[in-house]
């Protein structure tokens, strides 16, 4: 399928702005993630020291009275706007804010989760990931309770803000993208027009330089690649222009030369046709115009 100008330009223009879309969403996307997760960390780490504080009470009786610690998460819940998780030394969970105490027994053994295994160690853990009994995605933070006998203690935060904030950077994006393309069609519809306005103006001088007004010049004197190939056209009119008087000239010459000359001159082509003949041979012979391109032996 052949392409105008126009529509070259639209298909570059729409292939730039979706190329540059994309390698934007790429980046932006990491980069606006990675920060607000980054926050999240920070604000979550800040509100797990304050949940441990609040079982260091129970780190005494918590082998004991196991229930004292999924009331503390269901009441700590709530104030810390997050899902807290009370998990002893052997990774069994002994509270949780999301899970009923009812419930507790059925949850899997905790004690190979990252965060869990870097609490242990005595830093404070953190790893994101789905979870399997909320179906979200969570950002988990752990740490140890102080003075207990390995209870951790651990946040778990949804990113559904960081979800909700890739979503709306995608559709500003979009709607970008959108207003672009529209920018884009209108600047290419102008810039084809003023272009093949140029182009044609070049088609049609071309044309009557090839049909023989070798006297016709562009005269554009516009510094782009469109004004570079408007004196380049000129400058190979001049050239052929010059070309064909310094012919002229030798063909005259010679003309005078040939008719000037007493003896007869016969030229003959590969065929022996006859190609032209002085006024010598012409009177001697009694040739006439007809002959020219018939066979000399004929003639």
Known sequence: MKLGVRAKLFVALLILIVVSLGAAEIYLRSVIERDLVERIRSEMAIRLALVAEEARNLAATADEESLSWDELADRLGPLSHARVTFIDH???????????????????NHGNRPEFQAAQSGRIGDSMR?????????????????????????????????????????????VGGLVALLVAVFLSSGAAVLLSRTLRQLTALARRMAAGELDLRSHMDSQDEVGELARALDQLVQTLSCSLRELRDDRDLLGRILEAMREGVLV????????????????????????????????
């Open 90 to 108: 052997k990774g069994v969970v002994r509270g949780d804010s999301e899970v009923s105490s009812t419930d507790l027994m059925s949850l899997e």
């Open 130 to 174: 789905y979870s399997t009994t909320l179906h979200t995605r969570l950002l988990y933070t752990a740490m140890l309770v102080p003075g207990s006998t390995g209870m951790v203690a651990r946040l778990a935060q949804p990113l559904a803000n960081v979800d909700r904030a890739v979503a709306h950077l995608r559709t500003f994006l979009y």
């Open 268 to 299: 003959l082509d590969s065929e022996r046709r006859i190609l032209l003949f002085n006024a010598s041979l012409r009177e001697t012979l009694l040739f006439d115009s007809s002959s020219v391109g018939r066979p000399a032996i004929e003639v």
